[in-house]
C-alpha cells in the first residue's frame, strides 16, 4: 500500500479492501519508526489522525455520488497551513507553541474532501532557505541519501512522501520551494498558476510569490489533490475568481504535435554535467512521445534571482513584522521597556537567515534606496513576465532541468548565502511570472534523484499534468523509492 497512487488507495477504500483507519495506521506507524532518522514531521498526533479516520469510513460507508476519490486517505501538510488545534510552527521558535484556531482554506477543502491529517511537515524557517537547514527543529534528511539536504524549503513534504511516510503532502512555492525539493527527493511537484490555491492561512513569506500546491509520487496523484485544493476563496485578496476546472480531464491525451520549448539560457553553464543528461534523456522521450522542440529564449533570466532577492525579503520585512511578541508568538522573558521586548522577542524567536532577508527587505524599503532597488526590481519582473509570453508564441511548454545539481552535502552551502539561492535558479523566474511549473522525477545522478522542470502559459496546468503524465506512463522513474525503506 506505501507505493499506491492516490487512485489505486482510493478504489481499494472505496470497495473496503481496507479501512481509512487501517491505512493511516499503517503510515503512523512508518512515521514513528523512521522519522526520528529523517525529521521530516514536527508534529504527529495518532489520536487526531485515527479519529479523522474513523469519520471518513463513516463517509465511506454511507456512500453516494457526492464522495470525493480522496475520501479517507492520509496526508501530511507543511507547518506552514494554519490547522485548528494542531501547532502550527513555520518551522520557528517564534512559533514553537503556537496552536492555530482556525484552518487554512486548503486544509478546509481537503478536509472537506475527506483527507486524513498525519501531522505537519518540517520546513525551512519561514519558509527561508533552499536546503532544510535553516529549521528551527533542526533539518531534515534526504531519504536517498541522509548525508544530503532534501531542498527547501518543503523539505519535510518531499521527504515524508519519498520515505513514503505519507501518500502526499502540501507545500508552498515562493522561489521553488515545491518544485526544488521535489526535485531532490525524486517527486512530482507542482506550483499552481499564482491565485489558484488561496493563501488564507497560508503564513506569509512573499505575498505576491507565494503559492501552495501539492506534492506527490505522481502527476496524476497530483491533479486529483489539485482538483481539491484549488478555488476561489473571498478571504484572500489575490484569489482569482473563476469557474472550477477537472485537472484530470487532459491525463490521457496523446503528446503528437506538442511543441517544447527549450530555453537557451537553461542550458548554459552552471547545471552539472549528470543533471544534463538525466535531462536530456527525458527530452528525448518526449520526442518519442509525438512531441517536437524548438530552441526559445529567455533573455532576462539572469536577473531573476537578484531580482527575487530584492522583492522577496522586502514583502517579507513587512509580513513578518507582525511577529513583535504582544499578540502571539514567542515574548522574551526579561525586558525593559516596549522597544526592548521588541527587540528581544524578534531577536530571540528568529534564526539566522530570517534575520538575514528581513534586514535586506527593510533597507531595500527605505528613503532613497526604493527606486534603486525595489522599483527597478519590480520593472524587471514585468520583463521576464513578458520573456515567457513571446516564448510561449512558439511553444506549448517549456522544459528544463529545476535544479542545476542533484542534492547537496549538509553545511556544503550554508556558508554561502548566494551559493544557496543560486540553487533555485531556474524556478525563481516561474514566480516572479505568476505562471504554472511542475517538477517530475527524470533519471539520477550520483545516485541521486533529477528533477525534470515543465513550465507552461496561466492557467495551462492540465495540458502540464497532461505532459507529465504521458511521460511517467512511459517511464518508472517516479516509481524509485529509497533503498531499505520498503518494510
Same mark, same amino acid.
Given at each position: 500500500?506505501?507505493?499506491?497512487?492516490?487512485?489505486?488507495?482510493?478504489?481499494?477504500? &472505496?470497495?473496503?479492501?481496507?479501512?481509512?483507519?487501517?491505512?493511516?495506521?499503517?503510515?503512523?506507524?512508518?512515521?514513528?519508526?523512521?522519522?526520528?532518522?529523517?525529521?521530516?514531521?514536527?508534529?504527529?498526533?495518532?489520536?487526531?489522525?485515527?479519529?479523522?479516520?474513523?469519520?471518513?469510513?463513516?463517509?465511506?460507508?454511507?456512500?453516494?455520488?457526492?464522495?470525493?476519490?480522496?475520501?479517507?486517505?492520509?496526508?501530511?501538510?507543511?507547518?506552514?497551513?494554519?490547522?485548528?488545534?494542531?501547532?502550527?510552527?513555520?518551522?520557528?521558535?517564534?512559533?514553537?507553541?503556537?496552536?492555530?484556531?482556525?484552518?487554512?482554506?486548503?486544509?478546509?477543502?481537503?478536509?472537506?474532501?475527506?483527507?486524513?491529517?498525519?501531522?505537519?511537515?518540517?520546513?525551512?524557517?519561514?519558509?527561508?532557505?533552499?536546503?532544510?537547514?535553516?529549521?528551527?527543529?533542526?533539518?531534515?534528511?534526504?531519504?536517498?541519501?541522509?548525508?544530503?539536504?532534501?531542498?527547501?524549503?518543503?523539505?519535510?513534504?518531499?521527504?515524508?512522501?519519498?520515505?513514503?511516510?505519507?501518500?502526499?503532502?502540501?507545500?508552498?512555492?515562493?522561489?521553488?520551494? #515545491?518544485?526544488?525539493?521535489?526535485?531532490?527527493?525524486?517527486?512530482?511537484?507542482?506550483?499552481?498558476?499564482?491565485?489558484?490555491?488561496?493563501?488564507?492561512?497560508?503564513?506569509?513569506?512573499?505575498?505576491?510569490?507565494?503559492?501552495?500546491?501539492?506534492?506527490?509520487?505522481?502527476?496524476?496523484?497530483?491533479?486529483?489533490?489539485?482538483?481539491?485544493?484549488?478555488?476561489?476563496?473571498?478571504?484572500?485578496?489575490?484569489?482569482?475568481?473563476?469557474?472550477?476546472?477537472?485537472?484530470?480531464?487532459?491525463?490521457?491525451?496523446?503528446?503528437?504535435?506538442?511543441?517544447?520549448?527549450?530555453?537557451?539560457?537553461?542550458?548554459?553553464?552552471?547545471?552539472?554535467?549528470?543533471?544534463?543528461?538525466?535531462?536530456?534523456?527525458?527530452?528525448?522521450?518526449?520526442?518519442?512521445?509525438?512531441?517536437?522542440?524548438?530552441?526559445?529564449?529567455?533573455?532576462?533570466?539572469?536577473?531573476?534571482?537578484?531580482?527575487?532577492?530584492?522583492?522577496?525579503?522586502?514583502?517579507?520585512?513587512?509580513?513578518?513584522?507582525?511577529?513583535?511578541?504582544?499578540?502571539?508568538?514567542?515574548?522574551?522573558?526579561?525586558?525593559?521597556?516596549?522597544?526592548?521586548?521588541?527587540?528581544?522577542?524578534?531577536?530571540?524567536?528568529?534564526?539566522?537567515?530570517?534575520?538575514?532577508?528581513?534586514?535586506?527587505?527593510?533597507?531595500?524599503?527605505?528613503?532613497?534606496?526604493?527606486?534603486?532597488?525595489?522599483?527597478?526590481?519590480?520593472?524587471?519582473?514585468?520583463? #521576464?513576465?513578458?520573456?515567457?509570453?513571446? &516564448?510561449?508564441?512558439?511553444?506549448?511548454?517549456?522544459?528544463?532541468?529545476?535544479?542545476?545539481?542533484?542534492?547537496?552535502?549538509?553545511?556544503?552551502?550554508?556558508?554561502?548565502?548566494?551559493?544557496?539561492?543560486?540553487?533555485?535558479?531556474?524556478?525563481?523566474?516561474?514566480?516572479?511570472?505568476?505562471?504554472?511549473?511542475?517538477?517530475?522525477?527524470?533519471?539520477?545522478?550520483?545516485?541521486?534523484?533529477?528533477?525534470?522542470?515543465?513550465?507552461?502559459?496561466?492557467?495551462?496546468?492540465?495540458?502540464?499534468?497532461?505532459?507529465?503524465?504521458?511521460?511517467?506512463?512511459?517511464?518508472?522513474?517516479?516509481?524509485?523509492?529509497?533503498?531499505?525503506?520498503?518494510?
Amino acid at each position: 500500500m506505501i507505493n499506491a497512487s492516490l487512485k489505486e488507495l482510493g478504489a481499494a477504500l &472505496a470497495q473496503k479492501r481496507i479501512s481509512s483507519v487501517e491505512l493511516t495506521t499503517l503510515f503512523v506507524d512508518r512515521i514513528e519508526k523512521l522519522n526520528p532518522t529523517l525529521n521530516a514531521f514536527v508534529t504527529v498526533d495518532r489520536d487526531k489522525a485515527l479519529a479523522a479516520a474513523r469519520a471518513a469510513d463513516q463517509k465511506l460507508g454511507a456512500g453516494g455520488t457526492a464522495l470525493s476519490p480522496l475520501c479517507g486517505i492520509p496526508l501530511a501538510h507543511k507547518d506552514i497551513f494554519c490547522t485548528a488545534g494542531w501547532r502550527t510552527t513555520c518551522g520557528s521558535k517564534m512559533l514553537a507553541n503556537f496552536v492555530s484556531p482556525y484552518d487554512a482554506h486548503v486544509v478546509e477543502r481537503l478536509n472537506d474532501a475527506g483527507m486524513v491529517l498525519l501531522g505537519k511537515c518540517n520546513m525551512d524557517e519561514f519558509a527561508m532557505g533552499s536546503s532544510n537547514e535553516t529549521s528551527f527543529f533542526g533539518p531534515v534528511k534526504n531519504p536517498w541519501n541522509p548525508a544530503c539536504v532534501p531542498g527547501g524549503s518543503s523539505g519535510g513534504s518531499a521527504a515524508a512522501v519519498a520515505a513514503r511516510l505519507a501518500p502526499a503532502a502540501t507545500g508552498t512555492d515562493t522561489g521553488g520551494s #515545491i518544485r526544488q525539493p521535489a526535485a531532490l527527493c525524486g517527486l512530482t511537484g507542482l506550483k499552481p498558476t499564482y491565485g489558484v490555491v488561496s493563501r488564507y492561512g497560508m503564513i506569509a513569506f512573499a505575498s505576491s510569490l507565494d503559492q501552495g500546491g501539492p506534492m506527490a509520487k505522481s502527476a496524476e496523484d497530483c491533479a486529483l489533490l489539485l482538483n481539491a485544493m484549488a478555488g476561489f476563496d473571498a478571504r484572500d485578496s489575490t484569489s482569482l475568481e473563476r469557474p472550477a476546472e477537472d485537472y484530470c480531464r487532459d491525463l490521457e491525451k496523446p503528446l503528437q504535435g506538442l511543441r517544447i520549448g527549450l530555453p537557451k539560457e537553461f542550458f548554459g553553464e552552471g547545471m552539472d554535467a549528470g543533471v544534463r543528461a538525466a535531462v536530456e534523456a527525458a527530452i528525448a522521450e518526449y520526442r518519442k512521445l509525438g512531441a517536437t522542440t524548438v530552441e526559445v529564449s529567455l533573455p532576462n533570466s539572469s536577473l531573476s534571482v537578484p531580482a527575487y532577492y530584492v522583492i522577496a525579503p522586502a514583502e517579507a520585512s513587512s509580513n513578518l513584522s507582525r511577529f513583535d511578541g504582544v499578540r502571539y508568538g514567542h515574548r522574551a522573558a526579561e525586558y525593559g521597556d516596549l522597544n526592548d521586548m521588541y527587540a528581544k522577542s524578534r531577536a530571540e524567536g528568529f534564526g539566522a537567515e530570517v534575520k538575514r532577508r528581513i534586514l535586506i527587505g527593510t533597507y531595500v524599503l527605505s528613503h532613497g534606496y526604493y527606486d534603486a532597488y525595489y522599483l527597478k526590481a519590480q520593472k524587471i519582473r514585468r520583463l #521576464i513576465a513578458a520573456d515567457f509570453q513571446e &516564448a510561449f508564441k512558439a511553444c506549448d511548454v517549456i522544459m528544463g532541468p529545476t535544479a542545476p545539481s542533484v542534492a547537496f552535502k549538509f553545511g556544503e552551502k550554508s556558508a554561502d548565502p548566494v551559493q544557496m539561492y543560486l540553487s533555485d535558479i531556474y524556478t525563481i523566474a516561474v514566480n516572479l511570472a505568476g505562471l504554472p511549473g511542475l517538477s517530475i522525477p527524470c533519471g539520477f545522478d550520483k545516485q541521486l534523484p533529477v528533477g525534470l522542470q515543465l513550465i507552461v502559459p496561466w492557467f495551462g496546468e492540465a495540458k502540464m499534468l497532461n505532459a507529465a503524465h504521458q511521460f511517467q506512463l512511459a517511464t518508472d522513474w517516479h516509481r524509485r523509492m529509497p533503498a531499505g525503506l520498503e518494510a
